[in-house]
């Protein structure tokens, strides 16, 4: 199975426990979870059903295209579901079963693994999911979101992708996926891989990264101060790829690290609290 | 009749289930026990999904018991004729007995009456039902979620519950999950059963090869790794904590032999095994000289259906993770550890404090102001290559680690054996066969410890509360620990040398070290209560000399077993006299006269006698430190008590005469100062003998 039938088969799967599909975000992140869509979608009491792929950055787990299980930009496939259903786990598992997978001949084993962003102010309880040894999912139950305390629980399933598609093809490395119609995944990204790289190890000015936190940073809580809750969020996920690409670069002490961290989640924990506010309105 | 309850979750975390089975176990014995149900045996299984409460020849109801209720007090009960009142016929109606069944009690409170019945014991049941949905609340949880619309916490969302008392169905109700007469061979959803009875479900599950019984797959797993190992001419050596988290991650083990790419062998033991055992719950597998073999033994939690897969996954992932090992093994070898000190400069230490390259001179710097003579010159250079390995590829990618690549690298490159482990213990906590061991590793260890402790108090880094980022407590403890080991080094001592190097390397003049020195004191308090000592022995050893850690635990340990002698209370007594005059004195502003006692002014024959004595014992006990022997110190402290009170007895230290009493405050001090060996004894508290008043 090619990467893009892998991602339309989970497209069908999903739709058809009701998820509406969306687009993957339009400003860098680190990973699904900060889409606004699961951001947001976890917050409040009302039902929401969504899936969608996200590609996420992580400046630091870029290896040049040399890693055959690294990249710093890779896909995710996630699902949000809230609330979580007392068979979410029988359903994920038959999303396996639809890739083709026949579990009572293979292994899936859920270990332990508590998930926590603390630039979005969020945890969740939960596992990464292996298939035969190979991590191929982290499923979670969200606990807390932007800082605030969840009344109503969201399961998330997060697929790796790329992992999957190594498992299915059986293929060594992700560079040598097939994407579709011939064409291997590396073949479309290993030139954006290898630059993405150089920049963010070892050409990221990083007085101008700085000072661009800075600036997002007075700007997302002035738009707060005005109730913009979008863009201000917005501006919080590119200070948190900011972050990350100093964090790269080797740039910040453990002091320093400590206290952008917190900054960003400052502007995120303001901007769950306004949204909860204004849902409580209409 | 036999009770089950089976508690059906999601998969639980191997760390949790075996405090949750005691402390179930523990609660239900107890529960049983005060409500008065008898029951023959008890057991308490948890796999990783699900957590099984069996019961045998449990009692269908509680004992039949006498209970006295209280009642009104016996003035409103009866009235002064002695004839009952309205609240004694409302009280025995209420109780459903007759007036003459009432009885009267006294207590502290002043006289009562009381209906004393008969209650026939409530059924086992109903007292179950009410009791278990607490029982199961009660149970620690190290991390607890919410999982639906009620408020029930657990550590994993709970999924079912079966409850039977043999074959009927009892019915329960934790949030919003009430019991059923079903259960799942699998996960939820999966493998449904409908058990008869409890012997039915047992049936049911043994058949279905899942074993409830964490000993016996403990031995399962055991007997068949070995056996496994043993098909290829190997072993394994078994880690408990390991081995343990294995039984729980399995229900139905299906063990299985996966081999291992030969061309990794190449790469140091504890890499591979490391891959093996913390990534992927794999048993290593070894021959008789403790090499490993290029093979491994792995846990389906299942059944042999399509086994091939399983095995060839966990052969492909571990591939995976070994070539990665493999490529950061020959990369780094490339560059000597001896020559990656300048890549330090580019790891930041703390922050503020500059980097790990400073780190490891400051280190150097300490190293050569203590009097080590005979390793200093390996300290050097451990120091030197000790934090090398950070800059590895292999520490980058396997923060785990770190200390046993600088090691093993340290070894390829010829160093020598001592070095290359003392690299390995300077990142180590813990004194141990495992962990830190050697002369040379603990030196570099404390070394490392007390530098980084002195650079975060000096940033305020300190610990607050829970959060203790950079360990610092832990890194406390290691410090008591070594010292407490090696005599030669002495606290002050290292806490100079450390100013001083911060000064030289860094032109840094430490703050904090008053808090520095505070918080030590702590982690000692800690470490001597942990040991059992009386909490007033330890204030009393803490208030004495802290330069020499070793001798403060001698100490501590030699008067909290002096405790019970009956020599201790009398001696105590008497030395806390000494001190209390010298308190006194002081508060009037007057201290003992440092120039010491003149003998010629020595007039009473108590004062002479006491001063040759505390002469004579001071001699001895510079005998005795150097053998520390300090029960034999305190028996000789012991032997001038009598002295002392004579002394008290006779002698006027406050007399009026300004020269005969700062004379007699000298030789008090000069006493005290003997008795100060084992700290401030004041601060022993000395229970009376206790009167019993109440009666």
């Not at chain 2, 006295?68 to 004839?83: C, H, M, R, V």
């Not at chain 2, 832990?474 to 000064?503: C, D, S």
């Not at chain 2, 002469?615 to 032997?639: G, H, M, N, Q, W």
């Amino acid at each position: 199975m090619d990467f893009q039938t892998l991602l339309r088969k989970l497209d069908e799967f999903w739709i058809n426990q009701g998820c509406l599909i969306l687009q993957p975000y339009d400003v860098e992140v680190g990973a699904g979870t900060m889409h606004p869509a699961t951001f947001f979608g976890a917050l409040g009491d009302n039902p929401w059903r969504v899936a969608y792929v996200q590609p996420s950055r992580r400046p630091q787990d870029g290896r040049y295209a040399q890693n055959p299980n690294r990249l710093q930009r890779y896909y995710q496939y996630q699902v949000i579901i809230k609330p979580a259903p007392h068979n979410i786990q029988n359903i994920y598992l038959r999303s396996l079963e639809f890739l083709g997978i026949p579990l009572k001949e293979h292994e899936v084993r859920f270990i332990e693994d508590d998930w926590e962003s603390p630039t979005l102010g969020a945890s969740g309880v939960g596992w990464e999911v292996w298939l035969d040894g190979l991590e191929i999912t982290q499923f979670t139950y969200f606990q807390q979101m932007g800082g605030i305390e969840l009344s109503t629980i969201s399961a998330e399933i997060t697929y790796g992708p790329e992992r999957l598609a190594m498992y299915l093809q059986k293929r060594d490395s992700i560079l040598d996926i097939e994407w579709g119609n011939g064409t291997s995944y590396g073949e479309l990204h290993k030139p954006m891989e290898i630059e993405h790289c150089r920049y963010n190890f070892e050409l990221a000015n990083i007085s101008s990264l700085v000072s661009l936190f800075t600036s997002f940073e007075k700007e997302a809580h002035l738009l707060l101060d005005k109730g913009l809750i979008f863009p201000s969020y917005d501006l919080a996920l590119k200070c948190s790829h900011i972050f990350n690409i100093l964090d790269a670069r080797g740039a910040l002490s453990v002091v320093e690290r400590a206290g952008l961290i917190d900054r960003v989640r400052g502007i995120a924990n303001r901007c769950a609290q306004l949204y909860i506010q204004q849902e409580a309105k209409v | 009749m036999k009770f089950l309850l089976e508690i059906g979750c999601e998969e639980l975390p191997p760390n949790f289930l075996p405090s949750a089975i005691q402390q179930l176990k523990e609660r239900m014995e107890k529960l049983l026990y005060e409500k008065d149900i008898s029951f023959s045996n008890l057991f308490v299984y948890g796999t990783p999904r699900r957590l099984v409460l069996l019961i045998d020849d449990i009692a269908p109801q509680q004992k039949e018991r006498i209970v006295e209720i209280k009642g009104p007090p016996y003035q409103k009960a009866f009235d002064e004729e002695g004839n009952p009142t309205s609240a004694a016929h409302g009280f025995a109606k209420a109780q459903g007995i007759s007036l003459d069944e009432l009885i009267i009690k006294e207590d502290k409170q002043g006289k009562y009456v009381y209906a004393v019945k008969k209650e026939s014991g409530r059924p086992t049941e109903e007292i179950l039902k009410e009791t278990i949905p607490s029982l199961l609340n009660s149970v620690y949880l190290p991390k607890s979620m919410r999982w639906d619309a009620s408020s029930s916490r657990f550590i994993r969302p709970i999924r079912w519950i079966l409850s039977l008392m043999d074959d009927k169905l009892l019915e329960l109700k934790i949030g919003e999950i009430a019991s059923n007469r079903i259960s799942y061979t699998e996960r939820y959803l999966e493998g449904v059963f409908s058990p008869e009875s409890v012997d039915d479900y047992l049936q049911r599950v043994k058949v279905e090869g899942i074993i409830l019984d964490q000993e016996e797959r403990r031995k399962i797993i055991l007997d068949k790794a070995k056996e496994l190992a043993e098909s290829v001419e190997g072993e394994i050596t078994i880690h408990e904590r390991f081995l343990e988290k294995i039984v729980f991650l399995n229900e139905k083990p299906h063990l299985f032999l996966g081999k291992m790419d030969e061309r990794f062998l190449v790469l140091p033991r504890e890499i591979i095994a490391t891959s093996m055992e913390s990534q992927l719950n794999l048993f290593p597998i070894h021959n008789k000289r403790g090499e490993l073999l290029p093979y491994f033994v792995g846990v389906r939690d299942g059944d042999g259906k399509g086994l091939e897969n399983v095995v060839e996954g966990y052969e492909q992932v571990l591939k995976a993770r070994l070539a990665d090992a493999h490529f950061f093994f020959e990369e780094d070898l490339k560059i000597p550890l001896k020559e990656r000190a300048t890549a330090l400069s580019g790891i930041i230490f703390l922050g503020g404090l500059g980097t790990i390259a400073d780190k490891v001179r400051r280190m150097r710097n300490i190293i050569s102001s203590l009097p080590i003579e005979e390793i200093r010159e390996r300290a050097l250079r451990t120091a030197l290559l000790c934090r090398a390995d950070l800059t590895t590829h292999m520490v980058r990618e396997f923060p785990d680690l770190e200390g046993i690549v600088g090691m093993n690298y340290a070894l390829l490159q010829g160093e020598d054996e001592e070095i290359a482990r003392a690299i390995y213990e300077s990142y180590q906590y813990t004194l141990s066969e495992e962990g830190i061991k050697t002369p040379l590793g603990k030196l570099i260890s404390l070394v490392d410890k007390i530098d980084t402790l002195a650079g975060a108090f000096h940033l305020h880094l300190q610990p607050t509360g829970s959060s203790d980022p950079f360990a610092l407590r832990r890194a406390g403890q290691t410090v008591i620990e070594i010292l407490r080991e090696e005599e030669r080094f002495n606290l002050r001592e290292i806490i100079q040398a450390v100013g001083k190097a911060y000064k030289e390397e860094m032109g840094v003049e430490l703050g904090g070290m008053e808090k520095l020195l505070e918080f030590l004191r702590n982690r000692l308090e800690l470490a001597l209560r942990e040991m059992g000592i009386r909490y007033d022995i330890v204030n009393a050893v803490l208030e004495g000399k802290m330069e020499n850690i070793r001798e403060l635990f001698a100490r501590a340990i030699a008067l909290n077993e002096l405790r019970e002698d009956e020599e201790f209370i009398p001696t105590v007594t008497a030395s806390v006299r000494l001190i209390n005059i010298i308190r006194f004195a002081q508060r009037r502003g007057e201290n003992p006269p440092e120039e010491g006692i003149k003998e010629d002014l020595l007039l009473l024959e108590e004062e002479k006698g006491l001063y040759e004595e505390g002469k004579r014992v001071a001699r001895t006990l510079e005998i005795l430190r150097r053998k520390e022997d300090y029960k034999a110190i305190f028996r000789e402290l012991s032997s001038l008590k009598d002295l002392i009170n004579r002394f008290f007895d006779k002698v006027l230290v406050m007399t009026e005469e300004k020269e005969l009493r700062a004379n007699r405050l000298a030789l008090v001090n000069f006493i005290w100062n003997l008795f100060f060996l084992f700290g401030d004894l004041s601060q022993i508290v000395i229970e009376r003998q206790r009167n019993d008043a109440s009666s």
